[in-house]
């Protein structure tokens, strides 16, 4: 495997990665356990550093001239990290609403 190829498999598993442990801080939260989503959404956004430093890299190579490939594994990799950046975003926002209504029925 050429260092490209691996540079993209590594993109899409931390990529990947980040977006269903997302998730699973959705699950903690939907159960009450704050402390745990908010373990999973700070993984969450590693997952997502580690993917855009990659990006970035290969970026840079190509805007130093050094022209690579369209593939259809490098935009498979590219929508990976752009919806999981996505789901990470939405996620926290749905943590942060459902923070709330365990709160309100707490205190009914």
Known sequence: MD???SK???????SG??????FEALIAAQKGDMDTAHSYICTAK???IAAHKIQT??????????????????????D??????LAKDIIEK???M???????????
């Open 17 to 22: 990665d980040a977006k269903s442990t997302a």
């Open 8 to 14: 993209i498999f590594q993109l899409i598993i931390n």
């Open 46 to 48: 590693e997952g997502l």
């Open 57 to 78: 890299e290969l970026i840079q190579k190509e805007s130093g001239g050094e022209k690579q490939e369209l593939s259809l594994l490098m935009v498979h990799a590219q």
């Open 98 to 108: 459902q923070d709330e209504i365990n709160e309100l029925k707490k205190n009914k």
């Open 80 to 85: 990976h990290l752009m919806t999981s950046i």
């Open 94 to 96: 749905m943590i942060c």
């Open 3 to 5: 260092d490209l190829t």
